[in-house]
């Protein structure tokens, strides 16, 4: 899935983002808008992950099943 369609259809995504991401919560998965650098910068700040690592995770849930 590309980010058009995940920001396109952020809402329904959240349940899957919070399955692989459990540190994120659900209020502040509603605020964000969908965008990958904002997604990024979420798991930085509410996980022990750096820059590299929220990527590299991040892209790993967007080529995974979803």
Known sequence: MDWTE???TWPALIPS?????PELDED?????????EELVGALEQRSARDRVE???DLEAWREGPM
Do not use: H, N, P, Y
């Open 17 to 21: 983002l919070q399955a692989r991401f």
């Open 6 to 8: 995940i920001r396109d």
């Open 54 to 56: 929220a990527e590299r």
């Open 28 to 36: 502040g998965l509603i605020a964000l808008s969908g965008e990958r």
